[in-house]
């Protein structure tokens, strides 16, 4: 036998099991994300199949996607009541609202009886006030504190100057 040749088909073979390992396991994560999508497409056709009054006023429950357990939380509609969030996110939502002012994460942890000392403990708080911004609950400000309506001190100088008071407007995201 030639050992050139032998070598040659050595090599290719090594080649080939290298691919084969390769599109095993791409084959592996495309399956997986297929049955996330199929997860998702069976909880949009769910809410899409709902009346859009009785989502707006349902309590939220946890819901399954990639086999982990989440907590849906709702963007924020002008008529959605702060009883649509879970119950963490109404607490949260109260003591931002109950507060004197705007209020950092340090604040609202203290007003939750979070032990504020301890950073593991306030970067969850801080997470999920941040979640509230995002979805429209709240309103996170340029300097890091948060609050539910526009405070007199965070105002700009030019809505004070033109009498603009009031909420800032809120974001409606699809359900």
């Known amino acids: 036998m030639d050992p050139e040749l032998l070598e040659r088909i050595t090599a290719r073979r090594a080649e080939l099991d290298e691919l084969e390992e390769r599109l095993a396991k ?3 994560e495309v399956r997986a994300e297929r049955v996330e999508l199929a997860v998702a497409e069976r909880v949009l056709e769910r809410v899409s199949e709902q009346p859009v009054d009785e989502r707006a006023s349902a309590v939220p429950v946890p819901g399954q996607v990639g086999g982990r357990a989440v907590m849906l939380i709702p963007h924020r509609a002008p008529d959605a009541e702060e009883s ?3 119950s963490d996110y109404q607490r949260i939502h109260a003591a931002v609202r109950q507060a004197a002012g705007p209020v950092m994460a340090r604040q609202a942890g203290e007003m939750l009886g979070v032990d504020v000392r301890v950073r593991g403990k306030l970067e969850p708080l801080r997470g999920r ?3 509230l911004a995002g979805l429209g609950w709240l ?7 948060f609050t539910t309506l526009l405070c007199p001190g965070t105002l700009p100088p030019a809505a004070v100057r033109y009498g603009v008071t009031g909420a800032p407007p809120v974001a409606v995201g699809a359900v």
């Open 139 to 145: 309103r996170k400000l340029p300097d890091g504190r």
């Open 129 to 131: 006030l941040v979640r």
């Open 26 to 28: 791409e084959l592996a």
């Open 84 to 86: 649509t969030l879970p």
